[in-house]
């Protein structure tokens, strides 16, 4: 498979996992540690949604499904399929009970990713891809612009009914 197009679809594909993943799990609803709060309500004083900014706050303070999405794929990069995607979803789990988060998201989110590279490792595409496609990933959604990026996550959030409730 041609690596540009390779790691296309594994951002595409990375993306859409912890997006959604970390959607369901109710983050853009309210922000799970202090510091995703405050997160939050600054990208909604620079033009940002608020349930989009509670969504990146908790992506920065606890390991989510962004993380969990991450390092599910190098763990399967470093030790294979499933080993390291089980190894790192474990490592993910240890880490939310560390930062009193009481959700799964970032657990599911490794799980999720190992069984993603699994199937798609039959057509071609490594974890490499992955590893590579999630940086980009994260990229989009917390380092070109977060007040556009929270908007879109926002409309997500809406779409998927978990908007949030606070002022």
């Known amino acids: ?17 912890f997006v959604v993943i970390d959607t369901l799990m109710g983050l853009p609803e309210k922000p799970g540690v202090r510091g995703a709060d405050y997160i939050g309500r600054d990208i909604e004083k620079r033009g940002g949604d608020l349930a989009g900014g509670f969504f990146q706050g908790n992506i920065v303070c606890s390991p989510d499904a962004s993380a969990g999405t991450l390092l599910g794929a190098i763990g399967c990069y470093l030790m294979g ?13 240890i880490g939310n009970r560390l930062c009193a988060d009481p959700g799964y998201a970032g657990t599911l989110g490794a799980l999720s990713i190992t069984v993603i590279i699994g199937l798609a490792s039959l057509a071609g ?4 891809l992955f590893v590579v496609g999630m940086v980009i990933a994260i990229t989009t959604i917390q380092g070109v612009s977060h007040s556009r990026s929270s908007r879109l996550l926002g409309a997500i959030a809406r779409r998927m009914n978990r908007y949030t409730d606070l002022q």
Do not use: K, R, T, Y
């Open 1 to 17: 498979m041609n690596e540009l197009l390779g790691v296309a679809a594994a951002a595409a594909i990375s993306w859409l996992n």
């Open 81 to 93: 399929v499933p080993e390291g995607g089980l190894l790192a979803a474990l490592l993910v789990f």
């Open 125 to 128: 595409m490594g974890p490499g």
